[in-house]
């Protein structure tokens, strides 16, 4: 079973880590992260490889329900996010309980992340 549904993508939602170098001379860049910086924190923050995968978020967020609990992070712009229509702050973790939904509207500036510490927590 996965640790979160997508109820609504968002605008430009998609999974990403690090990238994969060395494929350069057979024409494959590396790719990963548009906000690099933003997915190493928020992995650090939750406990996480720092390249583990993240949902990368561009100019529109999304809504996701948990199905079970998971410690997350929040990095990168401000898209006024709120669990359960409580706010969450940028740059900390927190956690979410199986049932909750976080939601995350729009912003003007650029790229956010969701790191996710699956459940188990320590």
């Known amino acids: 079973m996965g640790v979160i549904q997508v109820q609504e993508p968002g605008l430009f939602t998609t999974v990403q880590d690090l990238g994969r170098e060395g494929f350069g001379a ?6 990963g992260a548009a906000d690099a910086i933003s997915l190493r924190l928020g992995n650090r ?3 996480n490889h720092e390249g583990a995968a993240g949902l ?3 100019l529109l967020g ?3 329900t948990f199905l079970e609990r998971a410690l997350l992070a ?4 401000d898209f006024g996010a709120t669990l359960d229509g409580k706010p969450i702050e940028l ?13 995350l509207g729009p912003t003007r500036s650029g790229r956010g992340v969701i790191c996710v510490f699956r459940a188990g927590l320590r």
């Open 56 to 58: 990368e978020m561009t």
């Open 74 to 77: 929040l990095t990168g712009s």
């Open 91 to 103: 740059w900390s973790s927190f956690e979410a309980k199986a049932g909750q939904t976080l939601r």
């Open 62 to 64: 999304g809504m996701f």
């Open 26 to 31: 057979m024409g494959v860049s590396a790719s």
């Open 45 to 47: 923050m939750v406990g």
